[in-house]
């Protein structure tokens, strides 16, 4: 017992200034566990006025004391974690102004609260997101703004380190969402302004939007029935996962583009010169709905004018998918777009026809194709539109002719008149000088006025190619079925009249 108390004694002391028995004034003192050293001024026997507290493993203070605690302005560093912290102390804890500079590299600047971030401050986190606004218990809490490392800017609600309540956020590439959050995400009513055009209003559920567009739907059914060279419209409503249309959706770029049925010809074929043609094809055949894959055919939007001196009106689709003549289509507003000229996904048709491919006809004859439009609440309309006149050595047709020709060969002397009607179908429809539909009464005639359409089984495709994709998801496209009629089909004109009385 005697020898314990002796090296206890031994191993603390004091070498300093002494006034009334008492350590006074500036002195050096070593505690018994040899743990703690210090070395400043001294009042009455305990740590007063300025010093240094140094600890064992290289952690120190360095600052003002008074009555024996740390206490005023100081300098702080913890030889464990690397953190550094000059300002205000109170009681030996961070209290007051000060700067908390981790080891991490990231940097806090401003009120604490007896070691806690607590009051306004400024954080620079180790990922390089700046904050400054409100802190409480050592947490983002309150009113704020951040500076993300990717330049994105927040201003608003926080709790407990979360975007929570009504805030802003400003994207760096200038999309702007402003509405409610929680747990950090849109959470609530908000809305998003993107930097695509495209502008949604409603309501949000963990950072998409509730009622948002998930797919393309065209209005009228999966199959459009048209007669040859006549405009038709296609009108188009964005709709969520229910079916509801998304009203509160604007702004996305849709495109319109075309597909002709392409029918392969049979490995035993003996045309060497169309095989080889096939495989040569740039454009490959894409799949549709509807069972059959389709090459990709030009479509145009055909200016129509009325014709004073004839009387006559130009062609147009009612609800039935069928073409009337006696109503005329009204003009609607086209914007023109950039978009991708090919879906992005594996196995999505292509938009345009190859580069190469040149319409028949003079090039005043030339007709602009179909422009983009941009939704408007949930809905798009593509008006006057039609087929353009097959191009000079189109593949497809040449393809499709080669292969009725192997048929025709082959067809027993006895087949049913049937296929005999519509083989001679094909052959009128084939002829490009046949039915030509006039619109309008302009002497200089577009290439519909000079070369027919075939009569035949196509597609219409309608693609969302707005650039960049809003929330980074393009809607997959749409189909319709487009089944050209020949003119000269009266029976078939005389219903559709009668159908729409």
């Known amino acids: 017992m005697t020898t314990s108390i002796k090296q206890q004694r031994n191993s603390r002391y004091y070498v300093g200034e002494v006034k009334h028995q008492l350590r006074d004034g500036f002195g050096l003192y070593v505690y018994p566990n040899s743990f703690f050293r210090y070395e400043g001024e001294w009042k009455a026997g305990v740590k007063h006025g300025h010093g240094k507290l140094v600890m064992k493993d290289g952690s120190y203070y360095e600052g003002e004391f008074s009555r024996g605690e740390i206490d005023g302005n100081g300098l702080r560093y913890w030889a464990s974690s690397g953190n550094t912290y000059s300002g205000q102390f109170g009681c030996g804890e961070l209290h007051g102004f000060g700067v908390l500079q981790y080891g991490d590299g990231s940097r806090y600047e401003g009120e604490f609260s007896y070691g806690l971030r607590e009051g306004h401050g400024f954080l620079l986190d180790k990922e390089g997101h700046a904050y400054q606004g409100s802190f409480h218990n050592n947490k983002k809490h309150g009113e704020g703004q951040m500076t993300c490392r990717n330049g994105d800017q927040y201003e608003g609600g926080w709790i407990l380190d979360q975007r929570q309540g009504h805030g802003v956020l400003r994207f760096i ?9 929680r747990n950090g995400l849109f959470n609530g009513q908000g809305s998003m302004i993107h930097c695509s055009g495209v502008i949604y209003e409603g309501m949000w559920t963990n950072g998409q939007p509730a009622g948002g567009a998930s797919k393309i739907v065209i209005e009228g059914g999966d199959i459009l029935e048209v007669f040859q060279d006549s405009p038709f419209t296609v009108e188009v409503q964005l709709q969520n996962n229910e079916g509801e249309m998304s009203a509160g959706e604007s702004g996305r770029v849709l495109k319109l583009s075309a597909g002709v049925r392409y029918t392969e010809l049979p490995t035993s074929c003996s045309s060497t010169t169309f095989l080889k043609m096939i495989e040569d094809m740039e454009e490959k055949p894409f799949p549709t709905p509807f069972g059959f894959e389709c090459i990709s055919y030009p479509l145009m939007e055909k200016m129509l004018e009325r014709d004073h001196s004839r009387g006559s009106a130009p062609l147009a689709v009612i609800k039935s998918g069928f073409v009337l003549t006696d109503s005329p289509i009204p003009e609607g507003e086209v914007e023109s777009g950039s978009g991708s000229d090919t879906m992005g996904s594996r196995g999505a048709p292509p938009s345009n026809l190859d580069g190469n491919m040149q319409l028949s006809g003079s090039e005043d004859d030339w007709q602009p194709p179909p422009a ?63 039915i030509v539909s006039h619109v309008g009464g302009n002497s200089k005639s577009s290439l519909a006025d000079s070369v027919n359409v075939r009569a035949g089984e196509y597609v219409i495709m309608v693609q969302d190619v707005t650039s960049p994709p809003f929330l980074n998801r393009p809607l997959p496209p749409a189909f319709v079925h487009l089944r050209v009629i020949p003119l000269k089909n009266s029976k078939i004109s005389k219903s559709v009249r009668k159908e729409s009385k």
């Open 372 to 434: 983009n439009q941009r939704v408007e609440a949930g809905c798009a309309k593509f008006q006057n539109v039609m087929l353009a006149p097959p191009p000079t050595n189109y593949r497809a047709f040449l393809v499709m002719d080669e292969l009725e020709k192997q048929k025709a060969a082959k067809k027993p002397a006895g087949r049913a008149s049937s296929e005999k009607l519509t083989s001679s179908l094909d052959r009128s429809a084939d002829s490009r000088s046949n």
């Open 173 to 181: 590439d200038g999309s702007i969402y402003e509405g409610q959050w």
